[in-house]
């Protein structure tokens, strides 16, 4: 059986950076940062500029900021005036973290201080983790495989390749696939600093010496993947392909990496193997680098693995040095900001990385960003980590037109 | 308080809560069907929820099961208020 090739004509997402996949794009390779007193917001974020007020109040905050997003890659693959393919060949695959928990949070409250009856009707479709996925397939329609991935921080990159196999087998023409999460909650706020995952210093610096924890964040990005035939047939404007998905568990700890990396590794080699491209041939990679001691450790370990004597000639950049950890969503969001830094074939910077740390060695593009350099002048490749709690680890290899 | 509240407060009430549940103010009328504003059975079990707060009264599902209009909502409550 000949898998069908895949590739993305849309792209929406919502930041701590701003509205808009090219706003997170240009602010971060401009080394702009997202980041105020140590949390990353999508502070300009305003839930009726993208959907009825009907819809807003009918969503948690994860699932608004997934219309947002999925209304504007749906846009942006010229999908505005309505779908190109019959409703049943268009999935909708999303991930979180954690899903609707400023709904949970929030009725709890009126639970524990007015009694049960004062609970919202609303609550249980609000909470649901499979509550954006359901919202963006009642908003546009989508009645193909529809349903929500769940794998902590790696759920937006394990949603993106469910996505990628979907279509590769025929199961549907497009899926509007990617993640949200908004856990900037005062029990999600608490939860992640009493295990010691959050950053004292409020500081993002992934693969830097001082770095002390991540910075959380809040956001969404969404992706429209289309056959391949199908969107050419179309005359869809493609801006870039999804060649490959690895997919992978470290069955190590529930919340430490392998200290080497080694789930991790795997999961980049199987998506190269997958897209059929040798380690060589990367030009760029899209790291997890969290900023924590132990994720930024493991994965430069499992890239001097994968890559082996030209580890230190990939430019390897953490976008969560600019809007922080936004968890489940983070996946979909640096896939989106992968995809547009192939496109203008440069490598953004790892913000606030100066000082080396033992063994983290290789070209975390510190300062600002850098032109990737392509062997043959073909078009650049990049991988994009991502890596949970659970040792759940999703690598998704991507490739520029 | 029942004995206090007449039917332009009930109406009123029912009408702000169908708008900020996303109904369009220039279409909400007592004559306008609960489709026509797009108000759905989640809706109208917020909307529940508000009125027995409110005014101290118990509906239940089986209630609703002949409304087709907002005035015939509004109908309703008046008429369990004040009986």
Redesign the interface.
């Known amino acids: 059986m000949t898998l069908r090739d895949v590739v993305i004509t849309g792209i929406g997402a919502v930041t701590p950076l701003g509205d808009g996949a090219r706003t997170l794009h240009e602010r971060w390779t401009a080394g702009n940062s997202g980041i105020r007193d140590g949390e990353a917001a999508c502070a300009q974020f305003e839930p009726t500029d993208h959907m009825s007020a009907k819809q807003a109040r009918r969503a948690d905050r994860s699932t608004q900021l997934a219309i947002a997003a999925g209304t504007e890659a749906l846009a942006d693959a010229g999908w505005d005036d309505g779908l190109p393919y019959d409703g049943e060949l268009v999935g909708c695959i999303l991930g979180t973290g954690i899903g609707g928990i400023e709904t949970i949070e929030n009725n709890h409250d009126q639970l524990r201080d007015e009694g049960a009856g004062s609970v919202s009707p609303l609550a249980v479709p609000l909470m649901m983790g499979n509550a954006a996925s359901a919202a963006l397939s009642l908003a546009h329609g989508l009645r193909g495989p529809v349903f929500s991935v769940v794998s902590a921080c790696a759920a937006g990159s394990h949603a993106i390749g469910t996505a990628l196999r979907m279509i590769q087998h025929g199961e549907a023409e497009a899926v509007v696939t990617g993640a949200a999460e908004a856990p900037l909650t005062p029990l999600s706020r608490a939860c992640f600093e009493k295990m010691g995952a959050i950053s004292p210093s409020g500081v993002s610096r992934p693969f830097d010496a001082r770095r002390d924890g991540f910075v959380m964040g809040e956001g969404s990005g969404v992706l429209v993947l289309e056959a391949g035939d199908a969107a050419r047939a179309r005359g869809a404007r493609i801006l870039g392909t999804l060649r490959g998905y690895g997919s992978t568990g470290d069955a190590h700890h529930i919340t430490a990496p392998h200290s080497e990396g080694r789930g991790g590794a795997r999961a980049m080699q199987v998506a190269l193997r997958d897209a059929g491209i040798d380690p060589e041939k990367v030009d760029y990679v899209n790291a997890h680098g969290t900023s924590t001691q132990l994720n930024d450790r493991a994965e430069t370990l499992a890239l001097k693995t994968v890559f082996g004597a030209v580890a230190d000639k990939i430019p390897v950049s953490s976008t969560k040095s600019a809007i922080g950890h936004l968890l489940g969503a983070a996946g979909a969001v640096e896939a989106v900001a992968t995809v547009l830094a192939l496109r203008d074939r440069v490598a953004p910077p790892t913000i606030n990385w100066e000082e080396a740390d033992e063994d983290l060695d290789l070209d975390y593009v510190p300062g600002s960003a850098r032109p990737l350099e392509m062997a043959n002048g073909r078009p650049p490749v990049a991988l994009s980590n991502s890596f949970g709690f659970g040792g759940h680890n999703a690598t998704l290899c991507l490739e520029a037109v | 308080m029942a004995t206090t509240t007449t039917p332009q407060d009930i109406e009123s009430t029912v009408v702000e809560n169908l708008v900020s549940?996303?109904?369009d103010p220039d279409v909400v009328s007592r004559d306008a069907t609960l489709e026509d504003i797009?108000v759905d059975s989640?809706d109208l079990?917020?909307l529940t929820?508000v009125i027995e707060?409110k005014y101290g009264i118990d509906l239940d599902g089986a209630d609703f099961k002949q409304i087709k209009t907002v005035g015939d909502v509004v109908d309703l409550v008046v008429e369990r208020v004040q009986g």
């Open positions: 549940f996303g109904a797009d989640l079990v917020e929820q707060e």
